[in-house]
């Protein structure tokens, strides 16, 4: 009997498939090399060619916005309380690593008020509090580079949300440090 | 008596002197006041130094010596809520170190807020919230309350008394020691180190970036523990009757201890990442530790 599933990340990842698919796969070339072969004998079949012209296009664009994901992720970490989100294209990263346009806003005003309480504080604690802000920034970042090479991993997910979330919470805490009145 | 020797007495004098000068320029504060048994004591304080202590009267207490650059310390009270608040003058930025002891009311509940001041606090039972931006905290923390300790960057020691309060500690970059500690905990840190030693825990979170979690705990039957980190290695040493049901997961560390042996499974067959999905006894108990390049020790010791 097969075990329930209740969560996505429990389902396997390491299905074999039931067959050899190759056979058929190359069938499929097979018939659609000597289609293409017959469309030139037969103009009135060209809008079929378009299509295939179009769909190896579109295969280009996907396999570039893929590198591109990956150069985006796997770029050198910065320096935190003095660096903003780099800015990247929305429209590139998946759906579950876009963060929200008011969230970026956010955070960099944050940063901005940061950076003013960081300059007042002594040298030694400024040197301290901002390697622990460029830590949470590095550890973002990592999670990114993780998540470029697999995007749909359940864990580095998770751990990106609650990092950021981490990293708003610290950021806040520097801020109103030593604001509290009575 | 050469030259030399005068010189020397002269020296020796000014010297001697300096002490007594540093004492004219400083101001001292002696302040009784009267206060609810179960009141509320507020605090601030920038530089120097806040040492709170529970006592027996229902006064409030405040002495100390106060530099030169201290304006005055205010100690109103109202309503069972006395405020001690440090006055420094208009536009100063250095912040003259104000060293305070304060005796409250044992049941009193107590804030401090501070900036670079150290803060203790002793043999007070009721809620504490203690604050710092770079000042240390060493505090004792009476069960059946929900109370916090929080600093940007100044080390963090807490105290429990082994009843069941609720308690979240969090710093920046300091590190948090915790013991004797019962109940439910939040522990947070970006860099700094955590140690947390528990007894009878019925729910802890922690999570860590990059410093070393280290928790050592005897849970209640049916406790609940999440921990997360990214960097930091994990030593969770975990006890219950009733047994865990551990849901353990690294995405490039490594996963060891007495409770994970050959039950570690790769993630995926082709990709990083190991898990430790078990239950051990009645798995009355939850754990559940997750990191990104950490370490994570499992034991039951």
């Known amino acids: 009997m097969s075990k329930r599933v209740n969560r996505i990340d429990e389902l396997s990842k390491d299905i074999p498939p039931s067959r050899d698919l190759w056979p058929a796969i190359a069938a499929a070339i097979a018939d659609q090399v000597s289609a293409d072969l017959s469309m030139k004998a037969v103009p009135g079949r060209r809008r079929v060619g378009w299509w295939s012209a179009a769909g190896l296009a579109a295969s280009l664009a996907l396999v570039s916005i893929g590198v591109l994901i990956g150069r985006q992720f796997g770029q050198p970490a910065q320096p935190v309380a003095n660096t903003t989100i780099p800015a990247r294209d929305p429209a590139l990263l998946p759906a579950s690593m876009q963060r929200d346009a008011e969230y970026r806003k956010q955070r960099e005003e944050l940063v901005v008020q940061v950076n003013a309480k960081l300059a007042a504080m002594p040298p030694a604690e400024r040197a301290k509090v901002a390697a622990s802000l460029a830590t949470l920034r590095k550890s973002i970042q990592d999670i990114e580079a993780a998540l470029g090479h697999d995007p749909a991993n359940a864990l580095l997910q998770e751990l990106l949300v609650t990092s950021c979330q981490e990293e708003m919470r610290a950021l806040t805490t520097v801020r109103d440090s030593g604001h509290q009145e009575i | ?301």
């Open chain 2, 1 to 301: 008596m050469s030259d030399a020797a005068i010189r020397s007495l002269r020296v020796l004098c000014v010297l001697g002197a300096m002490p007594l000068a540093a004492l004219a320029n400083e101001n001292t504060i002696d302040r009784t006041v009267a206060a609810d048994a179960r009141g509320e004591v507020v605090i601030s304080n920038v530089s120097g130094n806040v040492d709170v202590r529970g006592w027996d009267r229902n006064e409030v207490q405040v002495k100390g010596r106060l530099d030169e650059d201290v304006e005055r310390v205010d100690v109103d009270t109202s309503g069972g809520r006395t405020t001690i608040k440090v006055i420094l003058p208009k536009g100063s930025h250095d912040g003259g170190d104000a060293m305070l002891e304060i005796q409250v009311p044992r049941g009193s509940s107590v804030e401090v807020s501070a900036v670079s001041a150290d803060v203790t606090s002793r043999g007070v039972q009721g809620a504490q919230r203690l604050t710092t931006v770079s000042g240390e905290i060493i505090a004792d923390i009476s069960g059946g309350n929900d109370s916090q300790v929080r600093s940007v960057s100044g080390d963090i020691t807490v105290k429990g008394d082994s009843k069941a309060g609720a308690l979240r500690v969090s710093s920046v970059s300091g590190s948090l020691q915790l013991t004797n500690g019962a109940g439910k905990l939040d522990v947070v840190t970006v860099s700094g180190d955590a140690r947390v030693h528990m007894v009878d825990a019925s729910e802890i979170n922690g999570r860590t970036t990059s410093g070393e979690l280290e928790l050592h705990a005897k849970l209640v039957r049916d406790a609940r523990v999440s921990v997360e980190g990214v960097s930091g290695d994990m030593n969770l040493d975990l006890g219950n009757t009733g047994g865990l049901a551990l849901e353990i997961e690294s995405f490039s560390g490594e996963i060891t201890g007495c409770l994970a042996g050959d039950k570690v499974q790769k993630v995926s067959k082709y990709g990083p990442g190991v898990r430790l999905n078990t239950n051990i006894g009645d798995a009355a108990a939850r754990v559940r530790a997750k990191t990104l390049s950490g370490d994570i020790e499992i034991c039951d010791r």
